[in-house]
C-alpha cells in the first residue's frame, strides 16, 4: 500500500485529478453557502416571530457551509464493486464516493462529497481484506497545510497485494499537535466506529485508557447522532459535560469542525450552581459524605417531614352556604399523594385542588351544577390555603439544605439508620450561615440543594448527555448529571484508573447505576493509537496499585527513545527549564507537568530564563507553544512532548498514596511523541 506524492499537472496524474476534484468541491461548497446567503425569506414568513427563527437557522447553515482553509474537505475514497442503490448513496448513482466531514452536492444535485456518517461512508471505517463490504479499493489522502500532497490506496479484493499498515494514518494519528484539540474523523479505527454509531436509544459506557481516544470517539458519537436524529435532539438537546474549563476549552473546536454548532458544554458545578453561588470548599472527607448516595434518602426525608396530617375539618364560604370537608378525608389526600410518591411541589399543587373536588361534590349533592372555574375558585379559597399550608407547605430547597448542615438535631433525625454519628458532624457547618445568601455553599452543597430541587420539581431532560471523566464523579453528582437525561440517553466516557478525587468510582456498574442506567453496554478501549509503547508501558507499573485486574493499554505506536528518566543532581528547576528548551526544538507542543505546589518556582524559573508560557486552556500557538500545568488540571490534555517534574511531589500533593499514584499515572500519560522525567526525589517505588 505505497503512498504516492506527485507535483505534475497532466490530466492522466492520479493526483492532479483528486486535486482537480478538490478544487470543484471547494467551488461546490462556496455555491452552497451563497445559496445560503441570497435567500430571500420576506415572502415566506407569516410573523416576525417565525422570520426571527428562520434567520436563525440560515445563519446557522451558512456558519456550517464555511470552508476551513486548513481542514481537507475530504479525506478519503471508496471505490465500490458494484452500483450502490441511490437511496443509501445520498441520492449519489456512481460507485466512486468521497469521504469527508461534510455533504457537498454540485448545482444539480449530486453529491461531490459524501458525509463521514452516512450509511455508505461506513465501510472507510469498517472494510477489510477478510471483509471487503464491496469495496474494491479503499484511498487515503494526505495533506499538508490543507493541500492534497499524497494519496494511498489499499485493494481489499486483490489476493496479491500484502496487508500493510497505512502511512498516511500514522502521520495523521502522529501530526504534532498546536492548538486545541481536532476531530479524528480521517483516523477513526474499526472498534471506535463501532461506538460511535451505536444507536440513540441506549446509553453507552467507554471505559479508556490513556491514548485510546475515548473522548474523541464520544464527541463524534455526538456528531453522529445529530446526522442520525436530527429533528429529534434540535427538539430535546445536546449536551456535553468535562470536567474543568481548561478540558472543555481544549475539545470545544470538535464538532464546530464537524459542522455541529448547536451543542453546549458545561462542567457539572455549572449545572448544579444555578441556585446558589459556591464561595466554600469542604474537607475531602465531608465532600465524600456530601456525595454518598445516602444523601438522596436523607434529602428524600427531609422533604418529606413538612408534612402533617390535618386534625381540623376546612369550612368554605360560598356567598350564603357553607362546605364542610372533615380532616379524616384531608388525612387520606394527604397519604394518597404520599403513596404515590410524586415531586412534592407537584403535590403541593394538586392538594388545594383535591379539596376543592370534593367540596364541588357537595355541591353537586346539594343540587348545584358548579363548572371548573367554581372548582378553582374554591381552591384558592382562604380556607383551603391555609388547610394546604398546614399539611404540605411550600419548601425551599436551599433553605431546606441550610436547616440540614446547620441544625444537629434536624440533621440527626433525618439521618437516623443512614449517617453514623460521626458522619453527621462531618458534615456540620462549624458556623452555622444566618441566610441562604451569606453561606458559603461548597460545591457538594450545590449538589445536594439540585438533588432537593428534583424533589420539588423534575429536572428537564435532554434527548443526549456526553460526561467525560466520569470516573471523578461523586454517586450524588451521577444523580444530577442523570437527572439530566432521564427520558434520553447517555455517553459515559472515563479511566477508572485516573480517578484522583478521594469519592472517583470504584466500578461502572456502581457508577450507571447511580447515573439511573443500569442498564448501558459498557465498552472498553485497550488499543492505543497516541501515547508512544515506551511511555505507556513506563506509566503501566503504576496499574497494579491503582486499579488492579484493570487491563493495560496496548499502544501500537513503536516510538524508540520516547522516554527519559533523569535525576536532576544540580538544582532541579535549571534541569527542568533545560528539559523544557529540548522539547521545544520539536515541531509542536510542549506541557511542563509538575506538582500544584511546584508551579509558582517553576513559573518563576521560566521567567528568569526568558521564557514565556501559557496556561492551561489558553491556546498554543506556532509562537507561543509551551504550556505550565498544575498536575490537578491536567487530566483530558495531551501534549506532544511533556517534561514531568519531580514525580514523587505529585503523590505527595494528594490526601493519600492511592490517589496520588492515580495522579501520577494522569501525568505520565499526557505525552503524543516524547516524555522527560525529571527527578531530584527517590522516585516512587511503583515506578520500579
Request: with cysteine.
Amino acid at each position: 500500500m505505497p503512498a504516492h506524492e506527485h507535483e505534475s499537472d497532466t490530466t492522466t496524474d492520479p493526483l492532479a485529478h483528486e486535486r482537480a476534484h478538490l478544487a470543484a468541491s471547494r467551488a461546490a461548497l462556496r455555491a452552497m453557502r451563497e445559496d445560503a446567503q441570497a435567500l430571500d425569506i420576506r415572502d415566506v414568513t407569516a410573523n416576525w416571530v417565525n422570520a426571527a427563527v428562520l434567520q436563525a437557522q440560515i445563519t446557522d447553515r451558512i456558519k456550517s457551509l464555511a470552508d476551513l482553509a486548513h481542514t481537507p474537505l475530504f479525506f478519503g475514497r471508496l471505490d465500490y464493486l458494484h452500483v450502490v442503490g441511490a437511496a443509501q448513496a445520498e441520492g449519489a448513482e456512481g460507485e466512486q464516493f468521497y469521504i469527508g466531514r461534510r455533504h457537498v452536492h454540485d448545482a444539480g444535485g449530486d453529491p461531490m462529497v459524501i458525509d463521514w456518517r452516512a450509511p455508505v461512508s461506513q465501510p472507510f471505517y469498517r472494510a477489510s481484506r477478510k471483509d471487503p463490504l464491496d469495496v474494491g479499493q479503499r484511498r487515503r489522502f494526505g495533506y499538508t497545510g490543507g493541500e492534497l500532497t499524497a494519496y494511498e490506496d489499499e485493494h481489499l479484493t486483490d489476493p496479491s497485494e500484502a496487508a500493510q499498515t497505512s502511512k498516511l494514518l500514522q502521520a495523521e494519528i502522529e501530526r504534532p499537535r498546536v492548538g486545541p484539540m481536532r476531530d479524528i474523523v480521517a483516523t477513526i479505527q474499526p472498534e471506535q466506529d463501532e461506538i460511535v454509531r451505536s444507536g440513540l436509544g441506549g446509553t453507552v459506557c467507554v471505559q479508556g485508557g490513556p491514548g485510546t481516544g475515548k473522548t474523541a470517539v464520544g464527541l463524534h458519537r455526538v456528531a453522529y447522532l445529530l446526522y442520525a436524529h436530527r429533528e429529534r435532539l434540535a427538539r430535546t438537546g445536546t449536551l456535553v459535560i468535562g470536567p474543568n474549563k481548561s478540558f472543555l476549552h481544549y475539545i470545544e473546536q470538535v464538532l464546530p469542525a464537524l459542522g455541529e454548532l448547536e451543542v453546549k458544554q458545561a462542567t457539572v458545578d455549572d449545572l448544579v450552581t444555578a441556585q446558589v453561588e459556591v464561595r466554600g470548599t469542604d474537607e475531602a472527607r465531608a465532600a465524600v459524605v456530601k456525595g454518598d448516595a445516602r444523601m438522596a434518602e436523607v434529602l428524600r426525608r427531609a422533604i418529606r417531614s413538612h408534612v402533617t396530617m390535618p386534625t381540623e375539618p376546612v369550612m368554605v364560604v360560598r356567598g350564603s352556604r357553607r362546605w364542610r370537608v372533615p380532616a379524616y378525608e384531608i388525612e387520606e389526600m394527604v397519604k394518597e399523594l404520599l403513596d404515590r410518591d410524586m415531586r412534592y411541589g407537584a403535590a403541593h399543587e394538586a392538594l388545594p385542588q383535591r379539596i376543592a373536588h370534593a367540596v364541588l361534590v357537595r355541591m353537586e349533592e346539594a343540587g348545584e351544577a358548579p363548572d371548573d372555574r367554581v372548582q378553582n375558585a374554591v381552591a384558592r379559597n382562604p380556607a383551603v390555603k391555609a388547610a394546604v399550608k398546614a399539611a404540605w407547605p411550600a419548601v425551599d430547597p436551599s433553605k431546606l439544605v441550610l436547616r440540614l448542615l446547620s441544625d444537629p438535631e434536624f440533621l440527626a433525625a433525618q439521618t437516623d439508620g443512614l449517617l453514623t454519628e460521626d458522619e453527621q458532624k462531618t458534615i456540620l457547618w462549624a458556623r452555622p450561615a444566618r441566610s441562604v445568601r451569606s453561606a458559603k455553599w461548597s460545591a457538594a452543597d450545590a449538589v445536594l440543594i439540585d438533588e432537593a430541587n428534583d424533589l420539588v420539581a423534575r429536572t428537564h431532560s435532554l434527548g443526549h448527555v456526553v460526561i467525560d471523566e466520569a470516573q471523578d464523579l461523586s454517586p450524588m453528582q451521577y444523580r444530577a448529571v442523570g437527572r439530566r437525561c432521564s427520558t434520553g440517553s447517555a455517553t459515559v466516557l472515563g479511566d477508572l484508573a485516573q480517578g484522583t478525587t478521594p469519592w472517583s468510582t470504584q466500578s461502572w456498574e456502581q457508577a450507571l447505576h447511580h447515573l439511573g442506567k443500569p442498564d448501558a453496554m459498557v465498552e472498553e478501549l485497550t488499543a492505543g493509537f497516541r501515547v508512544p509503547r515506551e511511555v505507556i508501558a513506563y506509566a503501566s507499573r503504576l496499574l497494579p496499585v491503582i486499579s488492579p485486574g484493570l487491563a493495560a493499554v496496548e499502544s501500537v505506536r513503536e516510538s524508540p527513545g520516547s522516554l527519559s528518566v533523569r535525576e536532576a543532581a544540580d538544582g532541579l528547576d535549571a534541569a527542568v527549564v533545560a528539559a523544557c528548551v529540548e522539547s521545544l526544538r520539536q515541531e509542536g507542543s510542549t506541557g511542563l507537568i509538575a506538582a500544584d505546589a511546584r508551579i509558582p518556582a517553576l513559573a518563576e524559573a521560566l521567567t528568569a530564563a526568558g521564557h514565556t508560557y501559557l496556561s492551561p486552556g489558553q491556546e498554543t500557538t506556532a509562537e507561543s507553544r509551551l504550556t505550565l500545568v498544575p498536575a490537578s488540571l491536567a487530566k483530558g490534555l495531551e501534549y506532544d512532548y511533556v517534561v514531568l517534574d519531580e514525580p514523587a511531589a505529585v503523590v505527595d500533593g494528594e490526601p493519600d498514596e492511592r490517589t496520588g499514584l492515580r495522579r501520577l499515572y494522569v501525568a505520565l500519560t499526557r505525552a503524543v511523541s516524547g516524555l522527560i522525567v525529571l527527578h531530584s526525589a527517590p522516585l516512587p517505588a511503583q515506578l520500579g
